[in-house]
């Protein structure tokens, strides 16, 4: 594609056999209240084209998709508003908050360094009693949890700082934790429990009684709409049976109570059952309920895994989370700000990563010089240590705004989780090529040798799946990439809708030319920038951001004009932007953070080295988009596309030969 065919008009859009279109529309991870703006017509998006499949799947989601007034700042950059209103200055964690949080981090952090043995709980695939016993009487099982239910009432923040010492430790107590209470039955039932099922589970739950979230099926993976797993009211209509199986449910195997997703009755709406997903609060003991085997992975050994079966399984109905119906909404909502304890751990694992590169690289010496010193080695290491500041800065930031704000993080948080995921990757593959053969060594091995046992190998099997769950990268991009569209679907998907008849399509038409009229125009003036009392160092960052925000707006509209209904097929030209948005927000998040750290004047941050690791992430975030704009104009989408349909359909059989049949 070249940039001047995005200037195209508006053609016939051609559906596009077999591609996928993007789906899941995850809703906010709070009620989010503020700050408010005026309420925008419905999105409207044209399903004429698909299959039936990707139909329901995609009405499924967007009817869980909460529609808020809240004007996210990340979701903005699409629209090349820049406005720092509310994150400048940076919310640093109120001191209140910090000493809220000083107790039970500084005993976490004791507890893992003194009495986890991280090493020896991948290799036995089991976490000590002791240990979570320890952590239960700490209170890590309900950090979230309001004090009035026995919890510690910790805030978001102090959540994520529990977060980043699990994830710079032990990949398996941050998923035991996370799972728990980012996703098991806390973080659900706060946000959508009656007070009868707060009061029951909730203090249950912060003691220690592990939890879990189970919606994933053998056929149920990032598509929620084939969900098989169904719950019948019973004839007197006081509870629901449930029957079914679920797949992968973290913490399954030593949970008390499950919050479990099933499908449930439909509504009949113009004489078809529209799909209805209602989540359950489930006892393990229930009769019926059967962990059917521990699942086992490439990492995370030492994870409490299962596929969880019910068989004829009765629940009252009062256990119903969030309302019959409302499954779907419950689950994702919850998954909005669970993914955000994803960056948290990832930002402990670089750092963790950083200090093992850090003493290798300045202590191995080959080729006359300490391999620090042969520049292969140190662009590894200053990519480290940028990534993992910046993945910090972006996710107190969001955290900051659920905390202060009650905020609707649902785009900044699937950033995070996306970015930080993808650092944390490249992070720990970089450190296990900076440590060589030792890298790729087991701890127990090096150890067995007399050197330092240095988990690299560990922590790269652990790290994969934060990839994959809570929200696999490609769903995130598809997400953000529904949450970027928004504003367009409102304003033009009337226009573009061929389900509705030619007078209404021209009538939406009109007034989506008169918004375009006066926005675009506006995409052409420079604006935004750093506010005066800025740091001088960073300004150019939040210049280039602003910019960068303008250029972005124009090319997903272009991209809008070029394919029309048909970009949400274009899930590469749509991961570009997405990427684009991504990195923007990533140099804002740091650059403010660092603005807000090197005002602190109190030597803990010092302003050259900040200035230092700033100017290096924001060049390499620069390149970057500068790659995923040059990439948007060329790329090789359509003809991989077509050699992979072809491969599909089971031709170049030669690639097959040559190879044990
Ligand atoms: C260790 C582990 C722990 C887990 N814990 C839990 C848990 O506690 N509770 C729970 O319910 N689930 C859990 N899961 C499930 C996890 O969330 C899923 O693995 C994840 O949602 C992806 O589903 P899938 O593996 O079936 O992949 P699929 O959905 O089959 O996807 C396969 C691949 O295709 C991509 N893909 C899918 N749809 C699209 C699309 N529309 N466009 C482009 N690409 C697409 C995916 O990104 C992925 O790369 C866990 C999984 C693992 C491995």
Redesign the pocket.
């Given at each position: 594609m070249k940039t001047s065919d995005l200037l195209e008009p508006p053609t016939t859009p051609k559906p596009v056999q077999g591609e996928?279109?993007?789906?899941?529309a995850p809703t906010p991870a709070s009620e989010p209240t503020a700050p408010p703006r005026d309420r925008e017509p419905e999105s409207v998006i044209d399903t004429s084209k698909m299959n039936q499949a990707q139909r329901e799947?995609l009405e499924l989601t967007e009817a869980a998709r909460t529609v808020t007034n809240y004007r996210s700042f990340a979701g903005d950059l699409f629209m090349g508003r820049f406005t720092l209103d509310h994150v400048y200055p940076f919310p640093l964690q109120p001191a209140a908050d910090i000493e809220a949080g000083r107790p039970f981090l500084a005993e976490l952090n004791k507890i893992l360094k003194y009495e986890v043995d991280a090493d020896r709980i991948d290799a036995d695939g089991e976490i000590p009693e002791a240990v979570i016993d320890r952590l239960a009487k700490l209170g890590a099982f309900g950090i979230k949890v309001p004090k009035e239910y026995g919890g510690l009432g910790l805030s978001q923040l102090n959540y994520c700082r529990a977060a980043m010492l699990l994830g710079s430790v032990d990949g398996n107590l941050t998923?035991l934790l996370s799972?728990h209470q980012s996703?098991?039955v806390p973080q659900p039932v706060k946000l959508f429990g009656t007070e009868a099922q707060k009061k029951k589970y909730l203090p249950r739950v912060a003691r220690g009684e592990i939890s879990?979230?189970?919606?994933?099926e053998n056929s149920?993976?990032?598509?929620p709409a084939k969900m098989t797993t169904r719950a019948e009211p019973t004839a007197d209509g006081k509870s629901f049976v449930i029957n079914g199986e679920?797949?992968?449910?973290?913490?399954?195997t030593k949970a008390g109570v499950i919050v479990v997703?099933t499908r449930t009755p439909g509504e009949i709406v113009q004489g078809k059952e529209k799909n209805r997903i209602t989540a359950f609060i489930v006892e393990m003991n229930t009769p019926g309920v059967e962990v059917v085997t521990r699942?086992h992975?490439m990492g995370?050994r030492a994870?409490y895994?299962g596929v969880i079966r019910f068989t004829n399984v009765t629940v009252p109905r009062e256990n119903i989370l969030g309302g019959e119906g409302r499954g779907l909404k419950v689950a994702l909502t919850t998954l909005n700000t669970g993914r955000l304890t994803i960056p948290a751990g990832c930002a402990g694992l670089m750092k963790r990563c950083l200090g093992y590169a850090r003493e290798w690289a300045a202590e191995r010496t080959q080729w006359g010089q300490a391999i620090g010193k042969h520049a292969a080695i140190a662009d590894k290491i200053a990519r480290i240590a940028a990534n993992a500041f910046a993945t910090e800065a972006m996710t107190v930031m969001t955290a900051a705004l659920v905390d202060r704000d009650k905020a609707d993080i649902r785009i900044e948080a699937a950033m995070c989780k996306m970015f930080g995921s993808e650092a944390a990757w490249r992070a720990v593959d970089e450190t296990m090529q900076i440590r060589g053969g030792r890298g790729y060594e087991t701890a127990q091995s090096l150890k067995n040798r007399g050197e330092q046992a240095v988990p690299i190998e560990r922590l790269m099997r652990d790290a994969r799946?934060n990839l994959?769950?809570?929200?696999?990268?490609?769903?995130m991009?598809?997400f953000l990439a529904r949450e970027a569209l928004d504003p367009h679907l409102k304003v033009a998907g009337g226009a573009l809708d061929s389900r509705l008849p030619m007078a209404k399509r021209a009538a939406a038409g009109l007034k989506a030319f008169g918004f375009y009229a006066h926005w675009y125009p506006g995409l052409l003036l420079p604006r935004g920038g750093a506010p005066s009392d800025f740091t001088p160092a960073f300004k150019p960052a939040l210049a280039y951001a602003a910019k960068m925000s303008r250029r972005l707006a124009r090319t997903l509209f272009h991209a809008m004009v070029k394919h029309g209904p048909a970009l949400e097929k274009k899930?590469l030209t749509l991961g570009r932007i997405v990427d684009i948005g991504t990195e923007v927000f990533a140099i804002v998040a740091t650059a403010l953070h660092a603005d807000a750290l090197a005002k602190r004047g109190d030597g803990q941050y010092p302003r050259e080295e900040v200035e230092q690791l700033v100017q290096s992430f924001v060049a390499d975030a620069k390149a970057r988009i500068a790659g995923s704009f040059a990439a948007l104009a060329h790329n090789n989408d359509g003809r991989n596309y077509k050699l992979t349909q072809s491969i599909l359909e089971g031709k170049h059989g030669y690639l097959r030969r040559g190879i044990v049949e």
């Open positions: 996928t279109p993007m789906a899941p799947a998923a799972a996703i098991g879990a979230f189970a919606l994933t149920v993976g990032s598509d679920k797949l992968w449910c973290t913490n399954g997703m699942c992975f995370l994870l895994n799946i994959i769950f809570e929200g696999s990268s490609e769903i991009r598809l899930q």
